[in-house]
C-alpha cells in the first residue's frame, strides 16, 4: 500500500510514519511543510528506508499538492497537517483557519479530482467543546467550539464530510482525545510539563486546574488510525479515546512525583479564554467496528514519556531555541502570577 501522508514531521503525524514505515505496512511519501511543529529529526529512526519519502511543500499549494499525488498515486491520503494548538490559535488565529480549512479544502478537492481510493481526515474531540458530566460524546453529538483552532477543525470536518455525502467521496474522520508520548512539541500540557519540571522550572497551571482531559498514548491513536484506515466505513466518523479521564492538576502533580521535583514549582496562572472545562468521548464505535482499544496504561506511558524526554535532551534544546522562547514569553507573560519567563 502506498501512502500520502500529511503532517507527518509533526507529533502525531510522525509516529504514524515511524509506526508504519518500521512494520512494512505501507510506503509512505511525506508531505509537510515544516512550520514551527514540524521536525524532521522526528523521522530519523525510517528516514533512510526505502519505503520512506519526504515532500517538503504546503498544502495550501494546489498545485504541488495535485502534482504530488498524481506523481504518486496513493492507496490513500492520511490527513494530519494542522495547526494543532489552542493558545496559540488565541494569539494568531489566520494560520490556523489558513492550513486546517484551506489547506483540509485543498487537499480534498485534489484528492477528489485524481480520484485517491482513500482519504483519513485527522480531527480531535476538543470539536464537542466542553461536556458536563455525566455524559460522554459519541459520533452524533452536537459540534460545540470555543477556540480558533476547535472551530477550525469542526469546519474541516464538515468540509470533510461534505465530499462524502456530496461526491461520494471515500472520507473517513477520526476525532482523538489529548495525546501525549515522545517527540510531542512542549507547547502542550504534558511535554511542557515534563520539560520545565526537568530543568527546575515554573509549572504554569491555568485557572483552577481542575478542568479534564482524556489522555491517549500516541501510538494507541496511531493504531487506531491504521484500524480506521483499514477497517472504517467511508462517510463516517470514529471517536479514539484512551479511556483516562484526569484533571489537569492530577497530571501535574504526577509529574512532579515521577520527576522527582517539589509541588512549590506550580505556579497558578491566569485562565485560558474560552477554556473549555470538561472533554470526554465514547470509543464504543471504532472497538466495536475494527477491535481496536487503547494498551497503554497512563502509569506506564507517562514514566515512558518522562524517560524519553530525560534521554533526548537535545531534542528538546534544540526545539525549545530560537521561535519557541517567543512563543512562551507571549502565551506566558502577563498572565497573574507572573509566569513570564520560564
Ligand atoms: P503538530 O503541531 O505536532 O504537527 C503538525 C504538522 O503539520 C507539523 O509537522 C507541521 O509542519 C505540519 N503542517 C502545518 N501546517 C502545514 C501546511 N500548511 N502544509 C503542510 N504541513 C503543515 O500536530 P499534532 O499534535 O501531531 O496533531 C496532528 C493532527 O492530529 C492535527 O490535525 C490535530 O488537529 C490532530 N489531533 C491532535 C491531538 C493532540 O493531542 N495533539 C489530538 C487529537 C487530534
Ligand atoms: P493543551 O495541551 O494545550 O491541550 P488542549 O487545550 O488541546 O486540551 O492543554 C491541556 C490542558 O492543560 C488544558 O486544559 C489547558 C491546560 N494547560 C495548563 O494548565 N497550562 C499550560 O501551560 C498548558 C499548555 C495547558
Known sequence: MK???????????????????????????N????????NLANLAPIDSSPLYRFAHGDICDAEFV???????????????AAESHVDRSILSPAPVFETNLRGTFTLLEAARQLKVPRFV?????????????????DEDYPLRTASPYSASKAGSD??????????????????????????????????????????????PVYGDGQQVRDWLYVEDHCRAIQSVLAKGREGQIYNIGGSCALPNLEVVKRIIKATGQ?????????????????????????????????????EAGLQYTIDWYKTN?????????????????KNYAGRAGGAASE
Open 3 to 29: 501512502l500520502i501522508v500529511t503532517g507527518g514531521a509533526g507529533f502525531i503525524g510522525s509516529a504514524f510514519v515511524r509506526m508504519t514505515v518500521s512494520s512494512g505496512l505501507a510506503s509512505v511519501v
Open 31 to 38: 508531505l509537510d511543510k515544516l512550520t514551527y511543529a514540524g
Open 66 to 80: 495535485a502534482n504530488l499525488i498524481a506523481e504518486v498515486q496513493p492507496d490513500a491520503i492520511v490527513h494530519f
Open 121 to 137: 481526515h485527522v480531527s480531535t474531540d476538543e470539536v464537542y467543546g466542553s461536556i458536563d458530566e455525566p455524559h460522554d460524546a
Open 158 to 203: 464538515l468540509l470533510a464530510l461534505s465530499y462524502y455525502t456530496t461526491y461520494k467521496m471515500p472520507v473517513v474522520v477520526t476525532r482523538a482525545s489529548n495525546n501525549y508520548g515522545p517527540y510531542q512539541f512542549p507547547e502542550k500540557l504534558i511535554p511542557l510539563m515534563i520539560s520545565n519540571a526537568l530543568a527546575g522550572r515554573r509549572l
Open 262 to 298: 517539589d509541588e512549590s514549582l506550580i505556579e497558578w496562572v491566569k485562565d485560558r479564554p474560552g477554556h473549555d472545562r470538561r472533554y470526554a468521548i465514547t470509543s464504543d464505535k471504532v472497538s466495536r467496528e475494527t477491535g481496536w482499544e487503547p494498551q497503554m496504561d497512563f
Open 313 to 329: 535532551q537535545a531534542w528538546m534544546d534544540a526545539v525549545r531555541s530560537g521561535e519557541y522562547q517567543d512563543y512562551y514569553r
